[in-house]
């Protein structure tokens, strides 16, 4: 049994930044910390968080007066923002730089007049975000949406779309968008979350390789899902699994050769359990795949420094 580790693999810039405010956030202020929402799409890291003082809540009103807050990686609404200027809660803002530049994109494109298309997954909290930062938004999830969805103007519409989605993903929903609707503007696709496209071009150079490729990811995580779908469209057998404890040896055999990656909020520590129990099931050999470099590394907020 041999194991292909992807590269690049795991926690993006974005989500580095999100644990560390949190992280930084207990140690200046004490526990506990108020995290709205999920601080990334993974039980390890928020469970994590909760053992060192981090208090995840789903709403601003269930924050104790004075409590200090975070806002998730995934973004918030103008709603939100303003409950809690309301409340006057002392708040620091997690929200990856990258989807705060999609709401300013949506917000320009809203001044002009424009309609907004947001090109994503209804329910996911960066739609929600994004969704509640203009008046109005058409939502788009997939290519036979484009056909029936109905607009004001036909003549001025833009399109945004949901951070982790890749540039593959998109590629075909944008090219619909403007067949029916050839004024539409939107922004250039290098505005899309590298990381999401690397990690799935890592799965890209990894598939015709392996037999099995196993993402590391939570269920509730859009990218990771991509990850596991884009194995099965490549023909592998694929399985996201949270951990190590979730592997199925049934799954391969002494002669298989595993892939092995990790979702955007996924930590490396489980990506390291789970190679060490593919080596108690037999695994002889382990060797990472080249691929994009990421040196990316986004500013902490003033709060936290």
């Known amino acids: 049994m041999k194991v292909l580790l992807a590269e690049p693999r795991g926690f993006c810039a974005g989500v580095d930044r999100a644990i560390e405010i949190v992280e930084r956030a207990l140690e200046k202020f004490g526990a506990p910390v108020y995290v709205r929402h999920e601080i990334v799409h993974n039980k390890f890291v928020v469970d994590s968080l909760k053992a060192k003082g981090a208090i995840f809540v789903n709403e601003i009103d269930e924050i104790p007066t004075g409590g200090v807050t975070v806002f998730s990686a995934h973004g918030v ?7 809690a200027k309301l409340r006057s809660l002392p708040v620091i803002d997690a929200t990856c730089p990258l989807v705060t530049k999609v709401h300013n994109e949506a917000r320009r494109y809203e001044s002009t007049g424009a309609e907004i298309i947001l090109i994503g997954h209804k329910g996911h909290p960066e739609v929600e975000g994004t969704s509640g930062r203009v008046n ?9 949406d484009v056909a029936t969805i109905e607009v004001d103007n036909p003549d001025n519409l833009a399109y945004v779309t949901q951070t982790t989605l890749s540039v593959d993903d998109t590629k075909e929903i944008i090219e619909a968008l403007k067949q029916r609707f050839p ?5 250039d696709t290098k505005d899309i979350c590298y990381a999401t496209q690397n990690r799935q071009n890592a799965v890209r150079q990894l598939a015709p390789h392996v037999d099995v490729l196993l993402v590391i990811g939570a269920v509730n995580s859009s990218n990771s899902n991509r990850l596991r779908d884009l194995g099965e469209e490549l023909n592998v057998t694929s399985f996201l699994i949270a951990g190590a404890s979730e592997i199925n040896p049934d799954w391969f055999g002494q002669e298989s050769i595993i892939g092995v990656t990790a979702g955007a909020s996924a930590p490396e520590v489980l990506v390291q359990e789970v190679i060490s129990r593919l080596r108690e099931l037999g695994a ?3 060797e990472i795949l080249s691929g994009t470099p990421e040196n990316v590394k986004f500013k902490l907020p003033a ?3």
């Open 77 to 83: 609404s103008q709603k939100v923002e303003d409950s």
């Open 136 to 144: 109005k938004v058409v939502l788009v999830e997939n290519i036979g």
């Open 183 to 187: 004024n539409i503007n939107g922004p």
């Open 284 to 286: 002889k050999h382990v």
């Open 303 to 305: 709060e936290v420094l």
